[in-house]
């Protein structure tokens, strides 16, 4: 853009036009004539307090802008980690029981004596119970969560409890 103000004379410019006196000329401009003739009229002071003014505007509203997003991200980011630590916990109980499981199977082969044999068939029987409700759980928390990770994690664990 450039503008050009001519006062009392007839000037020439690099082009060879000439413009009038207190004639105000403006080339290849895209922005509306209203815009300019508002800014013609402000005062060099105005003019100052007005960018100061859009400055600071365009400071706060990327501030905000800028935070809002962020706690966004921040709110995403708890998500996710509740949602691990519930898997991981959920795989820790199910470590847990199953080896519970285990041990006490390997002591049922072992006992000779009915009472120490019924004993570890009780353990047996509720390490069964604790693990087909964390079993339960678990599928739970693939449905609500499916990603390709969990659907295969969970397709390879599904074959091990059938064997127990």
């Known amino acids: 853009m450039r503008s050009a103000n001519v006062q009392n004379t007839s000037v020439k410019d690099n082009q060879t036009r000439t413009f009038s006196t207190t004639e105000s000329v403006t080339q290849s401009s895209n922005h509306p004539s209203w815009i ?3 800014i013609n009229n402000l005062s060099i002071s105005q003019k100052i307090a007005w960018g100061y003014t859009v400055a600071l505007g365009a400071a706060v509203i990327g501030t905000v802008a800028g935070f809002m997003l962020g706690d966004y991200y921040q709110q995403q980011a708890i998500i996710q980690k509740q949602e691990k630590w519930q898997e991981i916990q959920l795989i820790r109980s199910l470590n ?3 080896l519970e499981l285990q041990a006490h199977q390997g002591k049922i082969l ?3 004596d009915l009472k120490h044999w019924q004993a570890e068939r009780i353990h047996v029987i509720q390490n069964s119970a604790e693990l087909q409700q964390i079993w339960a759980e678990l ?3 693939v449905n ?3 990603n390709k990770k969990n659907i295969e994690f969970f397709r390879k ?3 091990y409890p ?3």
């Open 162 to 164: 059938h064997s127990i």
């Open 157 to 159: 664990l599904s074959k």
């Open 36 to 38: 300019v003739g508002l």
């Open 110 to 112: 072992v006992f000779t």
């Open 144 to 146: 609500q969560h499916p």
């Open 139 to 141: 599928t739970d928390y």
């Open 96 to 98: 847990s029981v199953l």
